[in-house]
């Protein structure tokens, strides 16, 4: 079975960074770099939004997180990246990675941006 494992979140001030990793373990009987790869969030009592993806060389980002956010990938190593930029305290949430047309998920990270 294909697992998502993601990590890298902590407590960070507004303004501050932090770098997500997601490694993908088991079999995948594709190519990684073809597949569909995203980042999501979810806050309590909302709906786990995508907020960033990215399948070959294309890449799309919500408006909420562009500019400041940037997914990428190491399809040797099968870890999809997301590196958070001047984060602000509505990123708060748990980040999970997701793809290869799979309808479950990891434990995710939490973030936390606060001073």
């Known amino acids: 079975q294909v697992r998502f494992a993601e990590s890298g979140g902590g407590l960070v001030q507004p303004g501050g960074s932090l770098r997500l990793s997601c490694k993908v373990s088991g079999t995948i009987l594709s190519v990684f770099n073809s597949e569909f790869m995203g980042w999501y969030r979810q806050v309590p009592n909302k709906q786990r939004e995508l907020i960033a993806s990215?399948?070959?060389?294309?890449?799309n980002y919500v408006a909420a997180v562009k500019g400041r956010f940037t997914i990428s990938r190491d399809n040797a190593k099968r870890i999809v990246y997301l590196q958070m930029n001047n984060l602000k305290p509505e990123d708060t949430a748990v980040y999970y990675c997701?793809?290869?047309?799979?309808?479950?998920w990891g434990q995710g990270t939490p973030v936390t941006v606060s001073s």
């Open positions: 997701q793809g290869l047309g799979r309808d479950y």
């Open positions: 990215i399948r070959g060389s294309q890449i």
